[in-house]
């Protein structure tokens, strides 16, 4: 299928894509642990193919930038490889690439993102950017709108890294990435201060993802399926897709 | 009740406190335009009240800081006399704050936040203060867990701002807040490109107040009570309370 | 008397007010210790009733906005509760006001201190200010002109923090400020190195406030009363909001 | 061969081979327009390969971290599609990068750039890292040192960007850069400011690359040649290795 | 007589003089027009001068930096030639400055300052390098504790600025500095706003140079003298050292 | 021969000046050590007179401005006296000064660095300048462009700083910066990591100037003479003044 990939393109093929282009949808991923089973690019990999996979369902409309291949990873900091940017990091990173792509005509951006860390710093750099540069600035996380394929096939309660779900989006988008011969559930370090803090609890405070969680991955990796992940992934770019659709073509210009 | 309020004390009040106090409340707040049936300190002042609420069930172990009276109101600026922080600013603001208190000795805080706009420059401000400083900090939205209460007394779908939940909030804490000539439901304009972007939404987005909402607010205020606020607030007041209560006790120090 | 107070207004209510307003009043406190004999929010509590007894004065010209209740503090730091902001801080801040504030259409700002530790820093953020938003800002220490009521009413060679002549200001402005009961004089700590570094001498220094006073005030608090407050701070009034109103007059938009 | 690549490591991994780690190679790439027969993904691609093939002589001594995939090209900026990034948000990103890594023990880096104008910020960064974090930090331009396969086989006057040495080191690395059909000679516009500005000249200073090229690039890619970028590639290798091997050898801590 | 300057000294002087240095000096003028009758270095000038006098009296206790030759001079753009820097310019500036003679050993600082616009911000910068290097920092107007000679021979009610006090000064120190066929008084623009916001007044504000005087000088040249210099420039240099003095033989490493 | 130097002129000098400058010449020094026989200020001060021999030739198109005195220095940090600025304070510096006189009308600029250590800083600043201010930034080497002089007189193979180079340019520019009893050769130091880092090898690395050389300079300063400075000085400017003058006319404003 088409999709417009800056990466893949020359200026000539930008330049006559442009005509076209109505949204950069930036790939955002982390480089950390991801437990015994999954290698460390997990979330930038897993951000570039949902990136791509969202461009030719968007396309000649959308084009794929550079991806974004660390992120806010501190609390994986103690595993060994993780890298962290600060989240002033991230959004002077966010900034200077949409500062650039303005310049090329573009006013629309998403930021695909792939990892729950950068969540609060893409919210910020998105009031931030929109604020600064008066242009339309959307984020969303990859696969978190594929409510009904997660509600049926993950049943973990504790569920989000390198789990059933995540190893089941890469066994569908991209397998290598995966240690089969390693997969295994979360060791879970319970009590813990930790479980005060999960979402939907009444306080959010920032824990290692040690104190969770000795091998470094929660969920149960060993109940990941390519079908599960196929459900997964194209359940949200079902919902991606339709929903960015209608804010392009609210836009004048198109049809 | 006691509680051990900063701007209430002297500095030899203070210093006989510290033996006990294990936690610093941050009340964060904003000031912003709330319909017109609401004064623009709302959050300050509702922040504020919960953080004493809060205070007295912790007593002695918490003590109340001065409140942070504006927070990040991008989407609200375009109501006369909003006034809104930076991100980066008001991280600032926290990192200060929180110094000057681990000089005196206290290393775990709490930002007790009563803006939605604020949450994620405070996970933010979570993450960084925590690297840099070495403090246990943690946040939490003011009644956010009160869930019971809230789901049996707010009928409204759409709800948040200057609603029936927020005003019989300050019909218990702070009814001088309140316009009672002016009650109203929110002016809803649909359809429009917000209701693509709420909560739950496959993407999330920036959009001004005045896209959703003509006069400010939403829900429907003229359903407020005060027995609704008693309710909510109580509610949320026995989860943020037993919670951290239970984080304080952790800390060998106590019991 | 009136006064538009931001806190206290609704969007419409200030939205009518800024047909007439020409000036925002800041007022800029501090929290920090006063001795054994007033509470820490001292300084941002008087800052806060000298802006609206001089936004009374200068109705319907001026109108208050939230009060900075923290300032910059280092060299109180060594008594328990004090916070200092970090200068750079303090500036980012007002320069968030004043942004907020000019989207609304005002280009005018006082900032109304009470905190000598502030001054240089205001006088930095004005000139920044000034040059990067294209506004005229003023700052003034609150009851510094009150030069007549000040010679004739207080004694001390040194005075100036939770002496005779703040104690009194709070006296009539806010006396739930003072501790009435432990009102003493400075414990001055001589010889010291400080007593090179006050105003007027060859060389200015930092010092720590515990290198002046054991217990954290100047002056003889003993001496404070109620008259001698309400002659200096209507003395200060006086000046103040005549000196603003012929600045306001200039305006050719007014009379 | 082998090669300790960060991206397709787990944890465990990493773990184990930190071991004998005694540098991270950092691979700083850009992404800008590369003429009509390249895309602009070129110089990220580049120092990738470049990173592991450098990583697999220096094995098991070293280990490749993710590449950073954008630079600063402010003098492409005005050919579709070239994102730039200011020179602090690309010292930024280096710092937390190795931050990150020296918490994992890692004392030594190399930042391997595949692209010239990125070069002073890599010199500044190198300064400012060193200083604040005490490690110990390189930075080479990947194909710089194959001084005698530069000489013998790139013949034009003006070469650097997208000529015959580039595309015949992207021929021999990463064909999948070219676009075969395309290739063609720089469009060099003379007389013309830049001439003035180039390398040895009397003068430094910045000029927009459309000043010098019309499509983009200069010398002569059709004269490119898989062998040539063997030669090149394999020599810079030889020196680049030598050379490093050399410093981590008087490491006490090898051999 | 003997002084050391560092900008005249070698690294072995240097080193040798350091056994006995307990100050480090730093001259801070600025770069901007003061009137047609001086020269638009004069306080830069002014300033190395009168270090040099002070280093000589405070010799060998003392050393003196290179000048700041720019600095705070906003209020003087509109005249051909200023400089301005940010006062966030200016600190980094004396941040860098003082760390790295901290390194050489040296941990009292003294700016000496002959530019009133740079007051507020040498407050700022000492505040927060005190806090953040933990040196001890002073800093000192040139001439303003001359207040006798000063009350004896200068009569205009407006002063401070190329007037007959500061030409004076230059004529003992550097007459160079002066164009003496050109002298001549301010040409005072009143009534003006500037008049509410001189020192003593109720209002600070911002006001531009030109806004009080055409001819960018205030107070009367013509009246300057030699003699006049001599008397203020000595009396401040007896002062200066003596209390200067003073505060280096509290240091129990002298005497 | 005439010259405009911003530091002799006033305000009513520099606006006549401005009818014809095209060019404002900013000198960019250091302070650092220069070996046991050349006071720290050397850079400094060859800059400056180099500026203004330029800026002779450049008459009536060139305006010098005040010196910058300090620069990028880390790597001499360790020998005493030695004062270095952040690249990032340096940059922030530069900013100032052209702010200022865009101000004025200057839209040209070169910064005449004679220190090594300050280039990569100055390209950054280059390309961020031109970004922000949209004015023409150039930077050059005092005398690096004197390439036959250098080649003909320069025999160390080691040379660049406190060399025979150096001091025969300070004998023909600035005598009085030679401790003409102290010459002597650099004390190298070998081997050496830094043998592995000078330019022309494969990999570029920090290294402090004391791994190098033991008394601080290298090259030998035995050989400097009054002749040899002489030619290296006046090629190179034959050199920058054609060459900047090419520019200037190519501003059709010009002839």
């Known amino acids: 299928m088409n999709c417009y990939e800056l990466t893949k393109m020359t200026w000539e093929e930008v330049e006559a894509s442009l005509k076209q282009v109505r949204l950069a949808i930036i790939p955002v991923g982390a ?8 290698v460390e690019s997990c979330d930038a990999v897993l951000a570039e193919r949902m990136a791509v996979k969202l ?3 968007l396309y000649p409309y959308a084009i794929i ?9 501190t609390h994986h900091l103690n595993f060994p490889g993780t890298i962290s940017l600060k989240p002033t990091t991230l959004i002077m990173l966010l900034k200077d690439i949409v500062s650039s792509l303005k310049h090329h005509g573009i006013e629309r951006f998403l930021f695909l993102n792939s990892h729950g860390g950068n ?5 910020v750099a998105m009031n931030m950017i929109t604020e600064e540069m008066n242009v339309e600035v959307y984020y969303a996380k990859t696969t978190a709108s594929a409510k009904n394929a997660i509600a049926e096939n993950v049943h973990s309660t504790l569920f989000g890294h390198s789990c059933e779900r995540e190893i089941s989006e890469a066994l569908y988008l991209a ?9 295994q559930r979360g060791d ?16 959010k405070g920032f824990y290692r993802y040690e104190e969770m969680t000795k091998n470094g991955c929660i969920g149960d990796a060993t109940k990941a399926d390519f079908e599960i992940g196929r459900q997964i992934v194209e359940e949200a770019l079902d919902n991606l897709s339709s929903e960015m659709m209608k804010l392009i073509k609210e836009d004048s210009k198109i049809l």
Chains 1, 2, 3, 4, 5, 6 share one sequence.
């Open 188 to 203: 879970i370090q319970e009590p813990g201060r930790w479980t005060q803090l999960r979402p939907g609890k009444a306080l």
């Open 175 to 183: 397998p290598e990435l995966i240690r089969a011969d390693k997969l």
């Open 65 to 73: 930038t550079p991806t974004v291949n660390m992120g806010v990873s």
């Open 31 to 38: 480089h950390e642990q991801h437990g015994p089973h999954m």
């Open 55 to 57: 461009g030719e369902r």
């Open 119 to 123: 969540q609060s710093t893409l919210d």
